[in-house]
């Protein structure tokens, strides 16, 4: 709850404290290149759509599908990792929302942007969070 005072981007606890985890995650000197937005459309993410079957192309174009949030490199604006957070209960229970997810999943699949799916129910969230940033970066600095 005191986690939750300062910050209220969204109407889920959920996101608000995962806004909290990456703004102290992303202070740590190795990821000052990456910044983060919430909510980011996915027509904005994947604008050729040319490797999605009709299926997943009605659903980047939908106004109402994002990715909850978009880690990226502040110089190009590239993504380094899309963060889901999955309300444990809204998710297991919804088959529609689980089709949703499957379709997000092979859309980022397909484009290979790095995705980590959190469960509202999961922990140790910072360390997963920091293993796949660091895990990206090694690859990044690897095709230098």
Known sequence: ??????????????ENL??????GILEDEKYLSIGYDMHYPLRNLISDTSLLNDREKSYVGNIN??????LFNKLDKSPVLV?????FKYHD??????ERDKIK?????????PYLRLK????????????VLNGILKLEGNRK
């Open 1 to 14: 709850l005191e986690l939750l005072k300062n910050t209220n981007k969204s109407r889920y606890d959920s």
């Open 18 to 23: 995962m806004v909290n985890l990456l703004e």
């Open 65 to 70: 599908t994002h990715v909850d949030f978009i």
């Open 83 to 87: 963060i889901e957070v999955d309300g």
């Open 93 to 98: 229970e919804n088959e529609a929302q689980l």
């Open 105 to 113: 999943n092979s859309v980022l699949d397909k484009y290979e942007i």
């Open 120 to 131: 509202t129910n999961g922990s140790n969230e910072e360390n997963k969070v920091r293993k």
